[in-house]
């Protein structure tokens, strides 16, 4: 498996040879990306959902599923792309030829009492022989079973470092966590964060895969 960081929480996962674009949204760089087998968006919020982007991203990849939250479903056919939009829920087994893409929860992760909460699916992708791996989108809620590699939102207005904390003990991925949904931090804060993190995600620690500027890696 070959992850590569677009920014933000924007992940591409190379996998049993298909190409998964996940959470394409304004705080990621996703021009160019060509042969996707699937673009997967966890929520509507424009952080993981860029309305301005996605467009000629899909019309790039003409053959690309597009497997969305339900309610992020009927955003895109707002925008007259209802006829690519496959809703996605949990329960469901989607299949994208040796690649097995389970959605993981409904909610997104209450930001304050004031607002109300909208629908969030997050994906387990798994493939025969190579690490699994679970990217939550906003919510730390879900029940993904046993994974390799955890994904895990760094900072939100939503976010606070020791239920992130608790989300990785939770989960204790087998491999170790990316970092993600760090859009909104400079450089130093980022560090604090991820120290934080990577200290006490477990008991000794817990490995962190960073791939900010990184590059695609090979896990």
């Known amino acids: 498996m070959q992850l590569t960081s677009l920014g933000h929480a924007c992940l591409l996962v190379e996998s049993a040879d298909q190409r998964v674009l996940v959470d394409p949204g ?7 990306q060509r042969d996707l087998t699937a673009v997967v968006v966890t929520h509507q919020h424009p952080d993981h959902c860029d309305l301005e982007q996605l467009p000629a991203l899909l019309r ?3 053959r690309a599923r597009v497997l ?31 690649l097995r893409v ?5 909610v997104h992760a209450e930001i304050h009492p004031y607002l109300d909460r909208i629908g969030n699916v997050g994906v387990v992708l798994r493939s025969e ?11 730390l809620d879900g029940e993904p079973g046993d994974v390799d590699v955890l994904c895990v939102p760094v900072s939100a207005p939503w976010g606070k470092v ?19 949904h760090d859009g909104l931090l400079v450089d130093a804060g980022r560090a604090i964060y991820l120290k ?23 896990l």
Do not use: C, K, W
């Open 102 to 106: 389970t959605p993981v929860g409904e």
């Open 129 to 139: 022989g190579e690490p699994s791996v679970y990217h939550p989108g906003d919510a």
């Open 68 to 98: 969305v939250e339900p309610q992020t479903a009927e955003v895109l056919a707002r925008e007259g792309l209802a006829d690519r939009a496959e809703r996605m829920s949990t329960g469901q087994v989607l299949e994208l030829g040796h």
């Open 162 to 180: 020791s239920e992130t904390i608790e989300f990785v003990r939770r989960i204790g991925p087998a491999r170790g966590v990316v970092p993600i």
């Open 26 to 32: 304004n705080f990621s760089d996703v021009g160019g």
């Open 196 to 218: 934080h993190i990577e200290a006490y995600g477990a008991d000794g620690g817990v490995e962190l895969i960073d791939l900010r500027d990184a590059g695609p890696t090979v």
């Open 60 to 62: 790039a990849n003409p």
